[in-house]
């Protein structure tokens, strides 16, 4: 039996969460990494066996593969620090979230009244995981909502989400 939220709890994210949900999100695939070092390695094995102006493209190559690579850590980092800030500043404030058997529910206060919304299991497309919080991806919608993993505390059934996850989407996307 799944143990579901009687009670809604507060979805207040923290900076620090928001900068792993989009490092999480961005994260570099394994396949563009072992492209990039066979590609070093191809420029390195050009600039050793070779004489002559023949280097030169191998020079090329290796210094932008370096610099994509820098580009894409460094770049990166500077792009999600920028976006986070965007971020933070239009999340709405007081948002309460609960898993149900249906789905996850969401409440927020608007004025005197609360607004709810729910999004069913198969509303989702695909979602992501790390030790601290789970991703969750709407079907045809960009970005992502965030849930903390830190929540379990304050008694969200993280491990129900995850079964619920696992049932309709399968395992956790990894990249």
């Not at 143990?3 to 994210?13: A, F, K, R, S």
């Not at 509303?123 to 789970?134: A, D, G, H, V, Y």
Request: contains cysteine; glycine residues 8%.
């Amino acid at each position: 039996m799944y143990q579901y939220t009687l009670q809604p709890v507060p979805l207040d994210i923290k900076e620090t969460e928001w900068l792993d949900a989009f490092a999480l999100h961005h994260q570099v695939p394994r396949k563009t990494w072992l492209i990039l070092s066979a590609v070093m390695a191809f420029a390195l094995l050009g600039i050793i066996f070779l004489r002559g102006y023949s280097t030169i493209f191998f020079w090329v190559v290796l210094v932008c593969a370096v610099i994509f690579g820098l580009a894409r850590v460094y770049g990166l980092r500077f792009w999600i620090k920028r976006q986070l800030g965007e971020q933070i500043a239009t999340y709405p404030k007081g948002i309460r979230v609960g898993v149900q058997p249906f789905g996850l529910v969401m409440f927020q206060k608007m004025g005197n009244q609360e607004g709810r919304g729910q999004m069913n299991w198969n509303q989702f497309s695909e979602w992501r995981e790390n030790e601290n919080l789970i991703l969750l991806y709407v079907a045809n919608q960009p970005g992502f909502q965030v849930i903390p993993k830190r929540l379990n505390a304050q008694k969200f059934p993280i491990e129900t989400l995850r079964k619920h996850l696992s049932e309709t989407l399968g395992p956790a996307k990894t990249v």
